[in-house]
């Protein structure tokens, strides 16, 4: 069994790493771990939600919500302010972070106002809608990346960023275990001497970190990431920032818990920390659930109202408002700078809002969603439901109720597609605000999440233009992340609904019947509608996630043919196969061709027309790909194009080196021909004859050729590819001269010719014999072509490429180069790399390099896989040709 391929991780953070590292790199890339990982963490976030529901169910069995609601009505106004403050304190941490890490990857490059601000809204972003890492990180990539900042040199922020609150983690729970270990939640069972000795050693090992770090740079290497350390100053800056963060998060709940709760300063800063560290792994916005349960566990909270009142201020104030700020933020900037000449400064800060317009409207989106579900979950006031049956029928109240949860379920799921730029979820999203605006009204006149939904719809239309992409698949799958989170919310949801009507009795009668006060059958309804919902979403995700986009036959534009036919470009032939779809240049006069696979849209070679590589088709093809919400790719890209995919801000990894034979001075002459010249007069004295068959004689041949193709996938135990490389096809190969040899009068071996209008180049796509042709068939047939390319006044023949070749192994070359180098000396047991460049040198080519063009980053591998699923079905196929 072939094995599959191990590409390295392109966004690995430091180039100059070891190469153990990248090995290291593919086998946790292709492990166990690797392989599944992207489905573990999700499920492991479900379970956390299931564990969060059994928690809650158990710490707050005798607690009502009216009890909850009433306490948090009763918290002192003061508490309220220091909250406020502790939490802009925070932020302000937050901020610094980024303005430290910053100053000390690429000092005096990032204003510090921009990188203060990437900071905070990142964070108040990532602290509402989960995934911090993923979103934090992917505002920074796309904010830095704007001012000059190489990729390697984001990954050393971000991981510095993020170093900084996990030292504060640690740092934290030392001091609890020092100052408190006979109290400290997890440990108190255990001897207070243990706890204490642990709390000293992490305090050392932190110190001992930070005196390491003093005797120069340093780089920690963690699986397949190379990271660059701060010095010793910058990372006592990051722990003290962290510190600040996290006593200042901690702090904000803390002033909010009633007089009840007598937990010491240091271990509810160490449960604190433990709950954020769950939340984050759970999946749900913010740690939604996870974190309150976690909270209740380690402290006992249980049946106190006021303490659960407090975690409900507690989410209200850090979480909700930030994120709500960071909104009305971007809008205020947005129409400031439409309507009014700005500072430079204020240029920089709205350039940082910019971004978060996607994710702050699928943050909107979701968190409107949770406010519709949540809304469901509750009894609504008996006041105003009297008010409405008196304007309403009962049917209408019922289904806006079942409507209403429909909505929030919807805007979950819709939510991911806000965050892509995709032009269906806006449209989507709109309706379902306004619908859920009116069912809100009609469901018990909800009139404070009708307002919430009509303002975030006045946001949406007035960020029309940001989301401009629409996908060929429509607004897709859910990825299992997301999947994870909607699963998240959904379970706390019905949760919240079981918990509001405990003192209801359950029966099968509950479920059918319907009055004006009957809010616990209403519950009930809406929980099936909305798991069926999610249990739909679920399926559609696992049926379509690894489905292969598999192009069928389109139709070739009247265009392209003449295009093809004046081109001096000799792949454009494979235009020709019907595989592919085109973008042509407004003038008719020229093409890109292209295809679709998994969330890549590829095109072969580059713009194909009068005019070389056309700067303007190219760049209308990425502006396709963005529109489309898909990554842009370009396969076989030649050396001289590559400023201009530069420019598009992709990234060049070199396949191998195509080998071109110089005609002109091609002949059979001296020692180096003398395998050339055997073949060429062994194939004469066994009576193999050549002969150049013109496009319109091909079709009468088709059987023949067919048997000879089908032997040779037969025995070469292979099957048909496409795409970058032609199959055998009556409609296809009958287009093509066609250079055949005949033993007995049959035909044993074929090649179908590709050449350029200007006679520049010739070139064979298939090229196949029949098994018992004799071993010298190959090389007499090409010699055969290369002479007759000459005759015919051809300057170059192309023997196609050798995959992998010409690619540096030093220390400092690329992690694709040096796995590349490697795959190409020890990959001998399932692909002959330098036998294929060994059988092409014996014509003493000129080797010219050829390269894949992609996105950076994590989209480099995703990139790499499409491709090689649109060529043949097998990572391998990248490199074979």
């Known amino acids: 069994m072939i094995p599959k391929p191990e590409f390295p991780n392109p966004s690995a953070l430091d180039p100059t790493a070891d190469p153990m590292t990248a090995r290291d790199a593919r086998l946790q890339m292709f492990g166990f771990w690797g392989r599944y990982q992207h489905f573990a963490m999700p499920v492991a976030g479900v379970a956390i939600a299931a564990i969060t529901v059994v928690v809650l169910q158990r710490f707050l069995n005798d607690l009502s919500l009216d009890h909850v609601l009433q306490s948090a009505r009763s918290i002192p106004g003061k508490h309220l302010l220091v909250a406020l403050a502790l939490t802009l304190l925070s932020f302000a941490a937050v901020a610094f972070y980024d303005v430290v890490a910053v100053e000390t990857i690429a000092p005096g490059r990032v204003p510090k106002l921009l990188s203060a601000c990437v900071g905070a809204a990142g964070y108040a972003i990532s602290n509402a809608l989960g995934f911090s890492l993923l979103t934090g990180g992917m505002l920074r990539y796309r904010i830095y990346a704007g001012e000059g900042i190489a990729l390697s040199d984001i990954g050393r922020i971000i991981a510095t960023s993020w170093l900084a609150i996990w030292f504060a983690f640690t740092v934290m729970i030392a001091l609890a275990l020092v100052l408190d270990p006979a109290r400290t939640p997890f440990v108190d069972q255990l001897d207070p001497r243990l706890g204490l000795t642990l709390g000293i050693a992490l305090m050392l090992s932190v110190g001992l970190l930070v005196g390491w770090l003093s005797r120069g740079e340093r780089t920690l290497t963690m699986g397949k990431f190379s990271i660059k350390l701060p010095n010793s100053r910058g990372a006592l800056t990051q722990i003290v920032a962290g510190l600040v963060d996290v006593c ?26 433990v709950a954020t560290i769950i939340g984050i792994a759970s999946h749900a916005p913010g740690g939604l659930g996870a974190f309150e349960a976690s909270m209740i566990a380690g402290l006992g909270l249980g049946n106190n109202p006021d303490a659960i009142a407090a975690l409900l201020a507690f989410r209200i104030i850090y979480t909700l408002l930030p994120f709500l700020v960071a909104a009305i933020g971007v809008l205020s900037f947005e129409i400031y700078a439409r309507h009014a000449e700005v500072s430079q400064r204020v240029l920089y800060a709205g350039r940082v809002l910019e971004p978060l317009i996607p994710p702050l409207a699928a943050g909107a989106t979701f968190l409107g969603g949770i406010m519709l579900l949540f809304s469901s979950s509750i009894p609504g006031a008996a006041e105003r439901l009297d008010l409405l049956s008196d304007l309403l029928p009962l049917p209408f109240i019922e289904v806006s109720h079942l409507a209403a949860s429909f909505a929030g379920i919807a805007m979950l799921i819709l939510a991911r597609g806000l965050a892509r730029r995709l032009q269906q979820a806006w449209a989507a999203s709109l309706i379902l605000f306004v619908l859920g605006a009116a069912f809100s009204i009609g469901k018990g006149l909800n009139w404070e999440d009708a307002s919430v939904l009509l303002i975030l719809s006045t946001v949406l239309i007035s960020f029309r233009k940001a989301f401009y992409r629409r996908p060929i698949e429509g607004i897709g799958t859910l990825s299992w992340g997301w999947l994870a989170s909607v699963i998240s919310i959904v379970a706390i949801s019905i949760w919240l609904g079981f918990f509001s009507y405990r003192d209801i009795d359950y029966s099968n009668q509950l479920f059918w019947q319907f009055a004006v006060d009957g809010d616990a059958p209403r519950f009930l309804r809406a929980s099936i509608v909305i798991l069926i919902v999610t249990a739909a979403a679920a399926l559609h995700t696992a049926i379509n996630r690894k489905a292969i986009d598999r192009k069928q036959r389109a139709e070739i534009p009247t265009a392209v043919s003449a295009i093809v036919a004046a081109s001096n470009v000799t792949h454009a032939a494979l235009a020709m196969l019907g595989d592919k779809q085109f973008l042509m240049s407004p003038d008719g006069r020229g093409f890109i061709m ?67 034979v110089d005609l002109a001075a091609f002949n059979l002459d001296g020692p180096r021909r003398q395998p050339l010249r055997y073949a060429n007069r062994r194939a004469e004295k066994d009576g193999l004859v050549f002969e150049i068959v013109e496009a319109a004689n091909v079709r009468p041949l088709l059987g023949q050729l067919r048997e000879v193709s089908d032997a040779w996938l037969q025995m070469k135990a292979s099957s048909e590819k496409g795409f970058s490389l032609g199959y055998f096809e009556d409609d296809y190969v009958s287009r093509f001269d066609m250079a055949v040899i005949r033993w007995q009068g049959r035909i044993i071996a074929f090649a179908n010719l590709w050449g350029s209008a200007d006679k520049s180049e010739l070139t064979v796509d298939l090229m196949r014999h029949a098994p018992d042709s004799p071993k010298i068939v190959m090389d007499a047939l090409l010699t055969k072509l290369l002479l007759h390319g000459k005759s015919q ?89």
């Open 248 to 273: 200042a998060a901690a702090g904000t709940l803390y002033v909010l818990m009633p007089e009840t709760v007598t937990t010491g300063p240091a271990v509810f800063a160490l449960v604190f920390v």
């Open 793 to 881: 006044g051809y300057r170059w023949f192309n023997l196609g490429a050798a995959p992998l070749s010409g690619l540096s192994a030093g220390r400092l070359a690329s992690r694709w180069n040096r796995f590349g180098s490697f795959l190409y000396r020890r990959g001998q047991t399932f692909y002959r790399f330098d036998g294929l460049k060994a059988f092409k040198d014996k014509f003493d080519p000129v080797w010219t390099p050829h390269y894949f063009i992609c996105p950076p980053g994590l989209d480099t591998i995703r990139s790499l896989f499409d491709v090689t699923t649109l060529i043949g079905g097998g990572p391998m196929e990248l490199v074979r040709k």
């Open 594 to 660: 292209y295809a679709r696979s998994g969330g890549s849209l590829i095109a072969l070679g580059g713009p194909i027309g009068p005019v070389a590589g056309d700067s303007k088709l190219a760049w209308a093809f990425h502006d396709l790909a963005d529109r489309c919400a898909v990554r842009t790719a370009f396969y076989g890209v030649q050396p001289d194009q590559l400023p201009m995919y530069l420019d598009m801000g992709l990234v060049a990894l070199k396949l191998g080196e195509v080998a071109r």
